[in-house]
């Protein structure tokens, strides 16, 4: 444990952009292409049901753009999963989604929906994708993702960044300690342990440096400092900051 810590790079954000005046620009095929010559190790999408950013048309034109692994991010819905099955991502992430939500919010309760989330599961691994669940730092859910069969969960670190842009010291321990718990008992169970949510430049490190964790899924604080620094320049910057991590 503790080698090479890969990065996810999420672009929805770019079509947020896009979306927000209509038409082509700024293109999310570009935005996969220069994640890839950045040194990103894949790339993240969220088809979400009401497509506020990533719409249908570009899953293939991003396939097309990158050699890089994707991670399809989809809600527990048959619409999504029947989409999911055609479109055969590397990965497919389930996520919790509501309509209302600016973003996710919080973890996939997959101990309390598992009676919904285990076909789920079982017709993307049918379909050939590798299947992770988002879920809060919880032994309990890892251990429901164990008899799921998912051989990945993505720990929701939303918290930990509320945490840190609150400076409050005392809840970031606490808050590390229970990710740190969660990727051991992941690592325990045969399960690979993701993380993101909320990283940024300045709280990655103590996540990076977690060293049972295989991957980091980062999106919207990238594509924000994009816009002032160049999303190249950014994504080698994050790297940087994760490599440092695992020194």
């Known amino acids: 444990m503790g080698g090479h810590l890969r990065l996810g790079v999420n672009i929805d954000h770019v079509a947020t952009i896009r979306n927000a005046r209509g038409g082509a620009h700024p293109d999310i095929m570009r935005a996969a292409e220069l994640a890839t010559k ?31 692994p994707i991670n399809l991010e989809m809600a527990v819905t048959d619409e999504m999963i029947a989409i ?25 309760n997959v101990a309390g929906l598992h009676n919904q989330v285990a076909p789920a599961v079982a017709r993307m691994r049918d379909a ?5 669940l988002f879920i809060e730092p919880d032994p309990v859910q890892i251990a429901v993702a164990e008899v799921l069969g998912a051989p990945v969960v993505e720990l929701h670190t939303g918290k930990y960044a509320e945490l840190w842009l609150a400076g409050d010291k005392a809840g970031i321990e606490e808050e590390v300690a229970k990710l740190k718990l969660a990727a051991s008992e992941a690592v325990k169970r045969g399960i690979e342990p ?21 991957e980091l899924n980062i999106g919207h604080f990238l594509i924000g400092e994009a816009v002032f620094v160049g999303l190249e320049a950014t994504i080698v910057r994050m790297r940087q900051l994760m490599d440092n991590a695992r020194a």
């Not at 009401?50 to 899953?59: A, G, K, Q």
């Not at 050939?128 to 992770?132: A, E, I, L, N």
């Open 38 to 68: 950045a040194g990103a190790d894949g790339i993240t999408i969220h088809l979400r049901e009401d497509r506020r950013h990533i719409r249908d048309e570009d899953l293939a034109q991003v396939k097309d753009a990158t050699d890089l």
């Open 84 to 108: 999911g099955e055609r479109f055969k991502p590397h990965a497919a992430c389930f996520v919790p989604e509501k309509r209302e939500e600016r973003t996710t919010e919080g973890g996939l």
């Open 128 to 132: 050939g994708s590798r299947v992770s």
């Open 194 to 214: 993701h993380a993101g949510h909320g990283l940024t430049y300045d709280n990655v490190g103590p996540i990076a440096a977690i060293p049972e964790l295989a």
